[in-house]
């Protein structure tokens, strides 16, 4: 069985950085991309970025988050520089496969100003 897990998130003031991993358990096959949305509250998730054969970022993180996967551990990484309070959501590790969508369960960030 295929698990998302997602590090702990927490509180940190505006202009803080955080850094979320994912840890990805199970046997999987055809990976075709990693990634990270969140979803704020009475907002819809909203993708952050991914990493495939390249990285892709929001328009809204770009320059202050950087997406990095370790293959060994079966991790992917989330550093978050430069926090703004509309950053604050829960966090959601995303992985693709060819037949598949996976997803964790959530970490809330919340960036007080």
């Not at 950085?17 to 075709?32: A, D, K, N």
């Amino acid at each position: 069985q295929v698990q998302l897990v997602e590090s702990e998130g927490g509180l940190v003031q505006a202009g803080g950085s955080l850094r979320l991993s994912c840890l990805v358990s199970g046997s999987i096959s055809s990976i075709t991309a990693m990634g990270w949305y969140r979803q704020a509250p009475g907002e819809q998730r909203e993708f952050v970025t991914h990493i495939s054969s390249s990285t892709t970022y929001a328009d809204s993180v770009k320059g202050r988050f950087t997406i990095s996967r370790d293959n060994a551990k079966n991790t992917v990484y989330l550093q978050m520089n430069s926090l703004k309070p509309e950053d604050s959501a829960v966090y959601y590790c995303n992985l693709r496969t060819l037949e598949r969508v996976y997803w964790g369960r959530g970490t809330q960030v919340t960036v007080s100003s």
